[in-house]
């Protein structure tokens, strides 16, 4: 395992749920207090925040094997999608940002250059 990345929430069960139902991530452990989620290899989790603040800053990135993998997702998040997909010349990427329920970025892309293995 090489790591986690955790955001605290205050509404665990909803963001949970569009991460599992719209993007296709499954539930990888269930902690107290916690959620952690995985997506081909990429492990992220949602822990409900005491507070009741929502941690929004971040960055969540899907990594497509290609643009026919951007677009699919595009189609999943719907009216979740902030923009259409687009090539990003000086990234050399083809992506796309959207909002998750609590207006967390997502972004969705793919490389179109070699990257190392």
């Known amino acids: 395992?090489?790591?986690?990345?955790?955001?605290?929430?205050?509404?665990?069960?909803?963001?949970?749920?569009?991460?599992?139902?719209?993007?296709?991530?499954?539930?990888?452990?269930?902690?107290?207090?916690?959620?952690?989620?995985?997506?081909?290899?990429?492990?992220?989790?949602?822990?409900?925040?005491?507070?009741?603040?929502?941690?929004?800053?971040?960055i969540l990135t899907f990594v497509t094997d290609d643009r026919a993998g951007v677009d699919e997702f595009h189609d999943r998040v719907g009216d979740a999608a902030r923009e259409e997909p687009h090539l990003n010349e000086p990234y050399e990427i083809y992506q796309f940002f959207a909002d998750d329920p609590d207006g967390r970025t997502a972004e969705f892309q793919t490389f179109l250059h070699e990257t190392p293995e």
Do not use: H, K, N
């Open 1 to 58: 395992m090489s790591g986690l990345v955790f955001f605290r929430t205050a509404d665990r069960e909803r963001v949970v749920q569009w991460y599992t139902e719209t993007v296709g991530a499954s539930v990888w452990l269930e902690q107290p207090g916690c959620t952690i989620l995985t997506y081909e290899g990429f492990r992220f989790g949602f822990c409900d925040a005491d507070d009741g603040e929502t941690e929004t800053e971040g």
